[in-house]
């Protein structure tokens, strides 16, 4: 029982930087998991950063060092904060919370990134 809504997203030139924000509702303090992935037309959704309920951290290697995923459990939110954007970076971000013991996958709606060259 959680619902996941994204923001942040935009466009951004080569270089630059966003911060893209989840905020979850309804039972938050079940999220086991949560975590930001990315998808592209034609391509498969791939995960881009997580993080779990004991702060430990996963990157993909394509965004170590750029990326930085952050909780503020006290707002229900979770931040990927994305340095030196590159074409390669532009897709839907997803927010992802893997819930509760049965480890439910809940989705929200996503967020358009475009990096310009």
């Known amino acids: 029982q959680v619902q996941l809504v994204e923001s942040g997203g935009g466009l951004v030139e080569a270089g630059g930087s966003l911060n893209l924000s989840c905020k979850a509702s309804g039972n938050p303090f079940s999220i086991n998991v949560i975590g930001w992935y990315r998808q592209t037309p034609g391509k498969q959704r791939e995960l881009v950063a997580s993080?779990?309920?004991?702060?430990?951290?996963n990157y993909a290697d394509s965004v170590k060092g750029r990326f930085t995923i952050s909780r503020d459990k006290l707002k229900n939110l979770t931040f990927l904060q994305m340095n030196n954007l590159t074409p390669e970076d532009t897709a839907v971000y997803y927010c992802?919370?893997?819930?509760?013991?049965?480890?439910?996958?809940?989705w929200g709606q996503g967020t358009q990134v475009t990096v310009s060259s």
């Open positions: 992802n919370a893997v819930v509760g013991m049965g480890m439910v996958d809940t």
């Open positions: 993080i779990t309920n004991r702060g430990i951290l």
